[in-house]
């Protein structure tokens, strides 16, 4: 769950319930992963979250529908409903992805509280997410990019926010964002192939 975002260069909010979000939000991330795929670094897609809060498993059922099409495209995901990464694990699988990975070029993926008429917002963005912030955990900044789904407000008692968070609020979310990387990842291929 994060809500604080550090050394941020551009962010992007795209309201998930406006037409044509997903054509807008893959655009966007297509432009900023043109660069990495043309270098030829290993795009990862790091879901952060837990699938035990509502609030917090936009990531896990990102990674989850992601990991259903990557025999498509030339991507790794990490944190998916069956295997999430979370507040107990998350730095081990940094340090693994960086050990594994040496060209690795990290999108961070994670659940987030923003203000009330928020609710429903995708960002993206250049420069770490720092997940955990939005409960007052300690979790260490990762991703060269970042998306987030704001799932509901931030106040008192963020923790039981998550537990009451609807559910059709991030799955419509988790469809667009889904929809975006998959128009992103189909776009620079075939700027690739040429």
């Keep these: 769950m994060s809500i604080f975002i550090k050394n941020k ?3 992007s909010y795209f309201n998930s319930s406006e037409k044509n979000i997903a054509y807008e939000l893959g655009c966007t ?6 660069e990495q795929v043309l270098a030829n670094k290993t ?6 979250g837990s699938d035990r809060a509502t609030g917090d498993c936009l990531g896990p059922i990102i ?3 992601l990991s ?5 495209h030339n991507y790794v995901v990490y944190g998916t409903l069956e295997d999430p990464v979370h507040a107990k694990n998350l730095k ?8 594994t990975h040496l060209d690795a070029y990290i999108i961070a993926i994670d ?3 923003g203000k009330s008429n928020h609710i ?7 420069g770490p997410l720092k997940p955990g912030a939005g409960v007052d955990k300690d979790l260490p900044e990762v991703g060269d990019i970042f998306i987030t789904g704001i799932v509901n407000f931030s106040g008192f008692l963020d923790n039981m926010l998550l537990q009451t968070t609807r559910l059709n609020v991030v799955m419509s979310m988790a469809d667009q964002i889904c929809l975006a990387i998959n128009y992103s990842i189909s776009k620079l291929k075939a700027l690739t192939v040429q």
């Design 63 to 65: 990674g989850y529908k």
């Design 9 to 11: 260069k551009s962010v």
């Design 68 to 72: 259903k099409y990557k025999k498509y």
């Design 29 to 34: 991330l297509s432009e900023l992963l043109k």
């Design 43 to 48: 795009i990862i897609f790091l879901c952060i």
């Design 111 to 113: 659940a987030s509280l």
């Design 120 to 126: 429903g917002y995708i960002t993206l963005g250049e």
């Design 92 to 99: 081990d699988t940094i340090e693994m992805i960086y050990q």
